[in-house]
């Protein structure tokens, strides 16, 4: 059994927080690049450099490389052989958010939902648990804007639409939201499962990094021609037109139940911010 003290699991998180809101990761970059190369459209081949420079400028100034640092999303996985010391997790988290965006001087987002009262210091944040085997405390953290949260649809499908209606409210979707977003964006799609399990695999898809699939490969296909579809719709980055409409379709599956089909998409914007640390 190992112990971690929950002081050690507050640190960590405060230093993600202020991590995560300055340096956007090499995968993001690396696909505002790759796609940039791809661009043929003069303006969306601006913006996609405008997105790079953005990100340096950011990392030099040591400065959020976005106004709306998020809401803090956590997913933590415990393995069963861990004994924290201390602070509940979840405590320790929380923590660590409240240090993490008030030390980093990060927008505090968060309100309560109908009187509209910040909390002061973007807590709480959402975080979901999963026990794995071993004496690891795996943490995934994401700062997530809301101009793209906002943008996100779930729909509980009949069975009978089958695979062509999740394909046409995946598509439907990223039309409607248009610029909104702030594209390029990243797609998180969840099928199946219950509403809230639906709702939470969307937004664990959103964790994985630019360019990595599904391991299954009728999804790794699927999440293929879907974005190619989205990017067919034109809409480019920013809204401004191209065929950088998003960066990924991320699709995760969880088996449902016989009389439903339950879809969440759940879009990311261009400032894709997500860290990991293992403890
Ligand atoms: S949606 Fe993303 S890029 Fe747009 S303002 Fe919010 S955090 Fe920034």
Redesign the pocket.
């Known amino acids: 059994m190992k112990t971690i003290n929950s002081k050690l699991i507050e640190d960590v998180v405060r230093d993600m927080c202020i991590d995560g809101c300055i340096n956007l990761n090499d995968d993001v970059v690396n696909s505002f690049k790759k796609n940039r190369d791809n661009e043929e459209n003069e303006v969306a081949k601006n913006i996609l450099n405008i997105l790079i420079d953005n990100a340096q400028i950011a990392k030099n100034l040591n400065k959020p490389l976005?106004q709306?640092t998020?809401m803090a999303v956590f997913f933590v996985k415990i393995g069963q052989d861990v004994h924290v010391k201390g602070d509940t997790i979840t405590e320790a988290i929380n923590k660590g958010v409240s240090r993490g965006y008030t030390d980093g001087y990060l927008r505090k987002s968060v309100v309560s939902p109908i009187d509209r009262i910040n909390t002061k210091d973007n807590t709480p944040a959402v975080i979901h648990y999963e026990m794995i085997k071993g004496d690891n405390i795996e943490i995934e953290y994401a700062a997530k804007?809301?101009?793209?949260e906002n943008m996100s649809k779930m729909k509980m499908l009949k069975p009978s639409d089958g695979l062509d209606g999740i394909k046409e409210f995946i598509l439907q979707t990223v039309k409607d939201a248009g610029p909104n977003?702030?594209p390029p964006i990243i797609v998180g799609v969840g099928i199946g499962g219950t509403v809230d399990k639906c709702a939470q695999i969307s937004k664990k898809a959103l964790f994985r990094e630019v360019g990595e699939h599904n391991h299954d490969e009728f999804i790794k296909e699927l999440e293929e021609e879907m974005l190619t579809k989205v990017n067919e719709l034109g809409i480019g980055p920013q809204g401004l037109g191209g065929k950088t409409t998003a960066l990924a379709v991320n699709i995760e599956t969880f088996p449902t139940h016989i009389a439903g089909l339950p879809v969440v998409v759940n879009i990311n914007?261009?400032?894709s911010r997500h860290k990991k640390i293992i403890l």
Do not use: V
């Open positions: 976005c709306d998020g804007g809301f101009g793209s977003p702030c914007c261009h400032s």
